[in-house]
């Protein structure tokens, strides 16, 4: 099955999680590398998704002092807003559990007020809080470069660098030996979602989505070929052949949403107005949710939708900046 969308062994030490993010199934993915000796968790969705995590591990069967570590995928706070609550909870089961991040996802996670801010006007008090740290909660690593943690059957774990969505973001990648096996893209190149039939969904959310390099990173991903690719929203693809054929069409998708942007900009410059042409698009292509969390729901198709117009020139941030 070339989808998986239900929690489980994605590939050998790697399993898809789902948050229960807004109280919903299948809103946020989380993934986490298990070997039965280390335990790394790849996002952690929000502060408020921190108790079903704890459950998840628990029905694993992992303990919690075997946890070492978090890697997210960006800064936003559906998928590393937990961060600050899980330091505090599981540094105590190990002193020497680190948040493993580039320096400017640290930075934006230790100074994440305009972010919260700026979330709240689409997702209200669901989005929960982000909270500063002390510097040593964190551990600073590079981008392409594989971590130093010693990871069982050659597995070794690189955050393969792939902005666009946001400056910050990486795409968590296992390689068993050179071989890329998993690679968790985020929202890199865009959201899984599932209901009759298998749509991606732009992800670019403001204030720091930008076009170019979006496509770059979902180009540099197609090239590295991984075996099982996964989705911040929702769950995994599997297979070479699958994961290309998708990722080369939202290329393409991408470039009709953009241009259908500008048309619509060009004959009436009102957001409202650029915001029903894209839905007529969505409509078309049969990628409109009535569900209000989901990423392809009206109320988050407008948020895309300015990103995008933001990126063109057309718009400027109203609270964080890019």
Not at 203 to 212: D, Y
Not at 225 to 242: Q, R, T
């Amino acid at each position: 099955m070339p989808y998986i969308t239900s929690p489980g062994q994605i590939v050998k030490y790697v399993y898809l999680l789902d948050t229960k993010q807004f109280s919903r199934d299948q809103q946020t993915s989380i993934f986490i590398y298990w070997d039965g000796n280390i335990c790394l968790l790849m996002d952690v969705g929000t502060s408020n998704d921190i108790e079903m995590l704890f459950v998840n591990l628990k029905k694993m069967g992992i303990p919690l002092n075997k946890v070492i570590g978090i890697v997210v995928t960006h800064y936003h706070f559906d998928h590393a807003g937990g961060v600050s609550e899980l330091w505090k909870k599981l540094s105590k089961q190990n002193p020497d559990f680190k948040i493993f991040v580039p320096k400017e996802t640290c930075h934006k996670l230790q100074n994440a007020k305009s972010h919260i801010i700026g979330a709240k006007t689409t997702y209200g008090d669901k989005v929960g809080s982000i909270l500063k740290l002390p510097p040593n909660a964190y551990s600073i690593v590079e981008k392409d470069v594989f971590l130093p943690i010693k990871l069982a059957d050659g597995y070794r774990l690189q955050l393969t660098a792939t902005p666009g969505h946001t400056d910050d973001h990486c795409a968590p990648t296992l390689f068993q030996n050179d071989t890329p096996i998993f690679c968790f893209a985020g929202e890199s190149c865009g959201a899984l979602c599932i209901e009759s039939t298998p749509v991606f969904m732009p992800t670019s959310m403001p204030p720091g989505f930008h076009f170019e390099k979006y496509m770059d990173s979902c180009r540099k991903i197609v090239a590295m070929a991984p075996e099982n690719l996964g989705f911040c929203h929702f769950g995994a693809i599997v297979g070479k052949k699958k994961i290309t054929k998708c990722l080369l069409q939202h290329q393409k998708d991408m470039v009709l949403f953009r241009d259908t942007v500008i048309r619509a900009y060009e004959d009436q410059p009102d957001t409202r107005y650029v915001v029903k042409q894209v839905i007529k698009l969505f409509k078309q292509q049969g990628k409109i949710s009535r569900n209000e969390s989901e990423p392809n729901s009206p109320n988050v198709i407008f948020a895309i939708t300015f990103g995008m117009m933001i990126d063109l020139g057309y718009r400027k941030p109203k609270y964080e900046q890019p």
